[in-house]
Every structure is written in structure tokens, then in C-alpha cells.
């Protein structure tokens, strides 16, 4: 029953390439989040989204854009990957409200990109 | 600027011993805390949220707002217990803390 779905477990991409990391939901959440995971920094924000075509910078934007053409999916593009965005990279997304207090964030599995 | 601090990077204890994950927060308003846990090749998921008072595997959390702070408790550790930890504050978006990783030997 898996909730949030991220298409690639894990990705090699070479440094200047575009990369496209993608996010689908299927629980009608209106509210959509990356973050990147790194060890001893934990989870820091990269964009969100909180309705279609809407999306807002979060701690570290630098380097990333988002776009959220339909309600379920949100995708993170690298314009051109570098090596220190080597990193574990999580989707998460959440219902609106008294909702989202008592279940809070549903992640995905995660994708490792690796930036060689 | 850090919302949520978890000092401990690494916290290790043995099973049946009482264990204590330590969480402070910056925030001026009425907080929304929570807690995630992250085992082994699982996804991160939530453990439990500070507006519904609940136990949860054992786990207990309580608000202190004068010391800002929001540890999470277990009395007796058990070797499942051993996963990441993290932190939450949610001010329209989520804050999480670098994360505490909890080993409970046998």
C-alpha cells in the first residue's frame, strides 16, 4: 500500500547533467515537499508546494527547481547537477489541517543520487 | 536559523535500560511537534505527535514549553528501538532536527 511513490531508488548522474527526481501521491494531499538527507545535517528543506502550479523556497533552493503540473505529482529538477548535491533525497506530502496534525508527513522510499 | 536541535548524534544504550532522546526547539508561538523514526532500510515515517498525548511503541514525549524542549522517553529500551530519530517542528512546513541515531545493545 505504498502511498509516495519516488521513481528511482537509485541514480548516477554525471556533473553538469540535468536531472529530473520524481514524486507521486495518490492520497489527494494537497501539500508537497523535497528535502535532501545527509548524515549529521538531517532533513533540510528544499521546495514545497501546497496546490498545483504553486511552489515556495525552502532552506536550500540553490541549485533545484520544482514543478507541480497536477495535484499527485511533484518533481525536483537539478538544472546542473553538481557533486555536492550527492545526497539522499526525500519527498514527503500531507493533507491540510486538523488532517495533517493527527498523520502528519507520509515520505517516500527515497532516491540516492550520486553526482560523479 | 536552527529550529530544532538534537544535540546527541549518536546515543547508546542497552536493552531493558531507560533511554531519553533529547529535542529543543525555537519557536515563538504555540508549537506542533513531532517525532519520526527511520529504521533500517525503511522509510521515514511518524512515531508520534505532542497534540494527541499518546504512547507509542512504548515512547513517550511531552511539551515543556518553558524549557522549549520536547525529549522523547522510553523506560525500557528493546533492540528494535535502534533506528534514527528525528525531530519535527511544523510552522507551515516541516523542521526537522539533524536526527539522533539510537543503538540498543543486547
Known amino acids: 500500500d505504498v502511498k509516495v511513490t519516488q521513481s528511482s531508488r537509485y541514480l548516477v548522474k554525471r556533473t553538469g547533467e540535468k536531472v529530473f527526481l520524481e514524486c507521486v501521491q495518490d492520497m489527494d494531499h494537497e501539500n508537497m515537499f523535497w528535502y535532501r538527507q545527509d548524515p549529521g545535517l538531517g532533513l533540510r528543506l528544499i521546495y514545497f508546494s501546497y496546490d498545483v502550479k504553486m511552489k515556495e523556497k525552502g532552506d536550500i533552493p540553490e541549485g533545484y527547481s520544482v514543478s507541480r503540473e497536477k495535484k499527485e505529482r511533484f518533481s525536483l529538477i537539478l538544472e546542473s547537477a553538481s557533486t555536492n548535491q550527492t545526497s539522499m533525497y526525500l519527498c514527503?506530502?500531507?493533507?491540510?489541517?486538523?488532517?495533517?496534525?493527527?498523520?502528519?508527513?507520509?515520505f517516500g522510499s527515497g532516491t540516492r543520487l550520486t553526482v560523479v | 536559523a536552527q529550529r530544532v536541535t538534537q544535540p546527541e548524534k549518536l546515543l547508546s544504550v542497552f536493552k531493558g535500560a531507560p533511554v531519553e532522546l533529547k529535542c529543543n526547539y525555537s519557536y515563538s508561538g504555540s508549537p506542533e511537534l513531532f517525532w519520526y523514526v527511520q529504521y533500517s532500510r525503511q522509510r521515514l515515517q511518524l512515531l508520534l505527535r505532542h497534540i494527541s498525548r499518546e504512547s507509542i511503541k512504548g515512547f513517550t514525549a511531552d511539551l515543556n514549553k518553558g524549557e522549549t524542549s520536547f525529549h522523547l522517553k522510553k523506560p525500557f529500551a528493546q533492540e528494535e528501538d535502534s533506528a534514527m530519530y528525528y525531530c519535527?517542528?511544523?510552522?507551515?512546513?516541516?523542521?526537522f532536527g539533524a536526527g539522533t541515531r539510537l543503538t540498543v545493545k543486547p
Open positions: 519535527a517542528l511544523e510552522e507551515g512546513d516541516m523542521r
Open positions: 514527503a506530502s500531507s493533507a491540510a489541517g486538523q488532517v495533517f496534525l493527527n498523520y502528519g508527513y507520509t
